[in-house]
């Protein structure tokens, strides 16, 4: 299989399997094209031309970066349960009522973790997880911040017992950036804590649903906290990582204008992610809005390219691909590994396959205390990956790695069913990605 795409006036052929990506100009383009859908050669180029390109297309299969054969169904075996990360809901409760939160509202009103919960938790990290040197602890929410002071509890029980079990231990902190002051600020780039801020862009979309429990926005004060933090981390010699991390919702179908915004305020390191949400709510994404969502990500890349251009240091995750090297198989073809390498952890001890399922009963996988009590639906996790789900047909499907499970549920009921939406702006913020790639190569 190859896909063979047009974007911004660049035909591109890209072969999914070796990572291969070739610019071709228009005959080559229609060759590859029939050759890939297996029809009839194109009659309308001069025959020398097409044995041309047959010619070249034949040295590119030898040389493996066309038509490679995909061997992934048979090698793959989806790998045992032994999460490597786990994500601690330190706080399942939150100071902002943020409409789209997968949380209700903020609402799901679980209180703190307690520290001796957050412990077992480690220790349940450290068991499980088998030969794996390096583990990992994020802390969630709700908002994390609430709970600080057992945040550093966790940084240093954590340190102390991976490193006497002869592992590595690192920790992510996801927050609204509401509490982000100057000594937590210290505190996280002392300890080399990676950090995601979420902030959306401008100040009116943020605002829209970024809102304080009496309603007013949380822009001024997140930007402020926010920014203070990115610039002392950038500042660093650094082995952490930060980014902002922004929801885009059909509320704004012009969220490059965001990523310029974010870009204007001293950002270098930005996500956009769609909103995950029920197609009831009236700012998920429609089949309809899909033109003008896709035409928007191409409008994204220009903006991006030009950076690159100018030689600015800014990096949006989705346009930073890898084609030939990146993942493991195990990555490409199982994305997140929620429920088996992947974990999250309710403030009450419960186990769930990943912070989007927390408290949801059906996904319930057992608690710390007595473990995994439903290891069928550990199982239904280990065996979501690509090659049981419609992806198997999918070009992107080894840079999507078979979509999010909690979205996929979210729209259709299933973790194996990925909703037709997500895939299209996966499959879009891709191409962009591989023309950018093209481009600056
Ligand atoms: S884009 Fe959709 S169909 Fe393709 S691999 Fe991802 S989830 Fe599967
Ligand atoms: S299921 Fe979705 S939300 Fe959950 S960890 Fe995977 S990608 Fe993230």
Not at 213 to 219: A, R
Not at 227 to 245: G, K, N, Q, T, V
Not at 289 to 296: I, R, S
Request: glycine content about 10%; charged content about 20%; some cysteine.
């Amino acid at each position: 299989m190859v896909h063979c795409f047009e974007i911004l006036g660049q035909k591109l052929v890209f072969d999914p399997v070796s990572g291969g990506l070739h610019a071709v100009d228009g005959v080559a383009w229609d060759v590859i094209s029939a050759l890939a859908e297996g029809k009839s050669l194109p009659a309308r180029h001069p025959p020398a031309a097409v044995a041309e390109v047959l010619q070249e297309v034949e040295r590119l299969r030898a040389e493996g970066s066309l038509f490679s054969p995909d061997r992934g169904r048979e090698l793959y075996v989806p790998p045992d349960f032994a999460p490597k990360s786990l994500c601690l809901m330190v706080a399942q409760e939150c100071n902002l009522r943020c409409t789209y939160c997968f949380a209700g509202e903020g609402t799901y009103g679980g209180g703190l973790m307690p520290e001796e919960v957050a412990f077992k938790a480690v220790d349940f990290l450290l068991a499980h997880s088998g030969t794996v040197r390096t583990v990992e602890v994020d802390f969630f929410g709700g908002e994390p911040l609430l709970n600080f002071p057992l945040i550093t509890a966790v940084v240093d029980y954590g340190t102390e017992n991976a490193r006497a079990q002869g592992k590595e231990i690192s920790f992510t902190v996801t927050t609204n950036a509401l509490l982000l002051d100057e000594g937590k600020t210290r505190y996280l780039l002392e300890k080399g804590i990676n950090v995601v801020l979420s902030l959306d862009g401008r100040k009116e979309v943020h605002d829209h649903f970024r809102r304080f429990p009496n309603g007013s926005g949380s822009y001024e004060r997140v930007l402020t906290n926010a920014r203070r933090f990115f610039l002392a981390w950038s500042a660093l010699p650094r082995s952490s990582y930060c980014y902002i991390r922004g929801t885009f919702t059909r509320k704004n179908l012009d969220f490059t204008r965001d990523f310029r915004h974010l870009v204007a305020q001293g950002f270098t390191a930005i996500s956009l992610e769609p909103v995950v949400a029920s197609q009831q709510e009236p700012y998920a994404f429609s089949e309809e809005d899909l033109p003008l969502v896709l035409q928007e990500y191409e409008r994204l890349a220009e903006a991006y390219l030009h950076l690159r251009r100018q030689g600015r240091p800014v990096r949006f995750f989705h346009f930073e691909l890898d084609p030939a090297g990146g993942p493991c198989l195990e990555k490409r073809l199982t994305g997140c590994g929620a429920g088996f390498a992947y974990l999250a952890v309710g403030v009450d001890g419960r186990l769930y396959p990943c912070h989007q399922f927390v408290g949801k009963e059906e996904f319930c996988l057992g608690d710390l205390a007595g473990g995994v009590s439903r290891p069928g639906l550990v199982e239904a996790f280990r065996q979501a990956y690509v090659y049981n789900k419609p992806c198997a047909g999918c070009w992107a499907r080894f840079f999507c790695g078979g979509g999010c499970h909690a979205a996929a549920y979210a729209t259709s009921g299933s973790i194996l069913k990925p909703a037709v939406i997500g895939c299209a702006l996966m499959r879009k913020r891709l191409e962009c990605a591989l023309y950018i790639l093209a481009a600056v190569s």
